[in-house]
């Protein structure tokens, strides 16, 4: 069987709770049984913990208890004991300061929750953007047998006849009304028409490239990524799901076995062919770093780079998830892809990727395109170096502009996210289409958290004359469902000392993009003398989590996890609890 090698003999590991014959065993089996449990279900069977995100307070996620009942249906006809719990909910669009403050909190509460309890198997039920790689990593730090099951995409908006896109037409909505072209009551009618079914972003954003990736990773059943959440298909998958669950068990198809450095490949790979998020490429550089995964942000240049964007869909494109779904989804990808991936990499099918998706087919051309007559022919993500950014930085280059991924002009700076608030609409802004709009201190410290800002409004001066993009710089991420000629995650960051805070408004800044290059056209000697002028960051939180994070943060280019959580632990646990 799929993972079988030579401790697959060993007991399970709930056993250590369920199967004593003494007070330890009473008190875990006599106070589990106040929920109705027979006794049966303590007889050695498997038992699967699901971990849901689910939260009111994350919309995307708001119908996962509902998608965790056909989980728990297909581990008990498997055979399973499910024991559902939750965990730490992050919802992108209502928590503040950003979620990605608490992406690593969450995936340690996830760590910490598997371990102390008597799981053999999880199944992560996830779904708003940093649910899926907080879990994962929680998860991958303890190594058991695991399986995704997103919560899937809303329905598409509909609006004026139109389709309308999470996200990306809110950008687009928002610009209209600086520029004067759209009415604040047209703007709320446009809010109302949006949203109009449970899910999450059904463009391309962070939540759909997440979990399109999982199945690049192998770590998802085949359509996992696209499936809209109200379809009855996505209640099929979760009854499959859990089934599978207890199979990986059996057949001790742990998580590192699956998440090889051949799997990180084959979601590079696909990213580039989705023309997915930027937000990616931290969440994989950080879930590496749990498993001891070599993987690196060349590996993301290298990988990506030959790799055209097949998938027209927003941000980049014109169409959305409940349509890519229709055309085949990510098997469809995958198979057309055949050639370009590790297609011997194990998955939780207990399968090849290459055999999972041999038969997968395009049914519809106008969203998913093929290799030889690709959407855009620059997908992947852009990995930029130089001295203004000697860690790297990225951008997307299936959302930008052609004709200003070469691009030579004059810095226009902001002293972080309060400065730019108050600034960027000022008529007397001094900006042409020309200057480099460059963001400083809004990185993994200095905001903290690194929110998705990266892709700073255009000058309302500028959008009057038909502008609507222009290089921009800066130390955050922007949002999967943006666009534009965003350079992002720029390392190191402003508040770590790093040459983007020298950047002072006049700077000739070169982005060449083909060359891979970001360079600040300033003498070293000037350099080093802003650097002896530039005070130290001082955080402003002294203590709680936010104290923690600021302290032990990494920067973008490692992954922006938390140095001590590197690595794994395993999921032995010591000691007894009475």
């Not at 600086?178 to 949203?195: I, K, L």
């Not at 009855?232 to 009854?239: E, G, I, K, M, T």
């Not at 550089?285 to 993987?295: E, H, I, K, S, T």
């Not at 130290?536 to 996890?561: C, I, N, T």
Request: charged residues 20%; glycine residues 10%; hydrophobic residues 40%.
């Amino acid at each position: 069987m799929a993972g079988d090698d030579s401790d697959d003999k060993k007991p399970l590991r709930s056993r250590e709770w369920f199967a004593r014959q003494d007070s330890y065993g009473f008190i875990y089996r006599s106070w589990m049984k106040n929920q109705g449990h027979p006794q049966r279900m303590f007889d050695g069977r498997p038992v699967i913990g699901i971990c849901n995100t689910w939260s009111d307070l994350t919309p995307c996620n708001g119908h996962l208890r509902g998608l965790a009942e056909h989980v728990k249906r297909g581990i008990y006809e498997a055979g399973g004991f499910p024991l559902e719990f939750p965990v730490t909910s992050l919802g992108e669009p209502v928590m503040r300061p950003t979620t990605m403050l608490f992406r690593n909190l969450a995936s340690m509460d996830v760590e910490a929750s598997i371990r102390a309890n008597p799981m053999d198997g999880v199944v992560l039920l996830v779904g708003c953007d940093k649910t899926t790689p907080a879990c994962l990593m929680g998860a991958a730090s303890v190594g058991l047998p695991t399986i995704v099951v997103s919560g899937g995409p809303m329905l598409s908006g509909r609006w004026e006849g139109r389709q309308i896109g999470s996200g990306t037409d809110v950008i687009r909505f928002k610009e209209a009304v600086r520029a004067g072209t759209m009415s604040v009551d047209q703007f709320m009618a446009a809010e109302a028409a949006m949203s109009r079914s449970a899910g999450s972003c059904m463009t391309m954003g962070t939540a759909s490239t997440m979990a399109s990736l999982c199945e690049g990773l192998g770590v998802a059943l085949p359509d996992n990524g696209a499936i809209p959440a109200v379809d009855s298909r996505r209640q099929v998958l979760a009854f499959e799901s859990g089934r599978r669950a207890v199979e990986m068990v059996r057949e001790n198809l742990t998580l590192p076995k699956v998440l090889t450095r051949d799997a990180f490949h084959n979601a590079i790979v696909l990213n580039a062919a989705l023309g997915g998020s930027t937000n990616a490429v931290v969440h994989l550089l950080a879930l590496a770093g749990r498993l001891g995964v070599d993987l690196s942000l060349d590996d993301w240049d290298a990988w990506g780079r030959e790799i055209p964007c097949l998938v027209n869909l927003m941000p980049s494109g014109e169409y959305l998830m409940e349509d890519f779904y229709y055309a085949g989804g990510v098997p469809a990808v995958l198979n057309e892809l055949r050639g370009r991936l590790a297609e011997g990499q194990i998955t939780v099918t207990g399968r090849s990727i290459g055999e999972t998706h041999k038969d997968a087919a395009i049914h519809d051309a106008r969203v998913i395109k093929t290799l030889k007559e690709p959407f855009k022919p620059l997908g992947g993500i852009a990995v930029l170096r130089g001295n203004l950014a000697p860690g790297g930085a990225v951008l997307k280059p299936s959302a930008a502009s052609p004709a200003l991924l070469k691009h030579r002009g004059k810095a226009v700076v902001f002293k972080g996210a309060d400065d730019l608030k108050k600034r960027i609409d000022d008529p007397n802004l001094p900006v042409n289409a020309d200057s480099i709009l460059v963001l400083q201190f809004c990185g993994p410290k200095g905001y903290p958290g690194m929110a998705e800002i990266g892709n700073l409004p255009i000058p309302p001066k500028l959008l009057k004359q038909g502008i609507t993009d222009m290089v921009r710089i800066s130390d955050a991420r922007m949002s999967g469902t943006a666009y534009g000629t965003v350079v992002l995650h720029v390392a190191p960051e402003a508040a770590a000392g790093g040459p983007l805070a020298l950047v002072r408004d006049g700077d000739w800044i070169e982005l060449d993009v083909p060359g891979r290059r970001l360079h600040l056209d300033v003498s070293d000697a000037e350099l080093d003398r802003r650097r002896g002028e530039l005070a130290a960051f001082v955080s402003p939180y002294a203590r709680g989590w936010e104290k923690l994070y600021v302290e032990h943060v990494m920067q973008a280019d490692k992954g922006v996890d938390l140095d001590f959580l590197v690595g794994s632990s395993g999921p032995y646990v010591d000691r007894t609890s009475h």
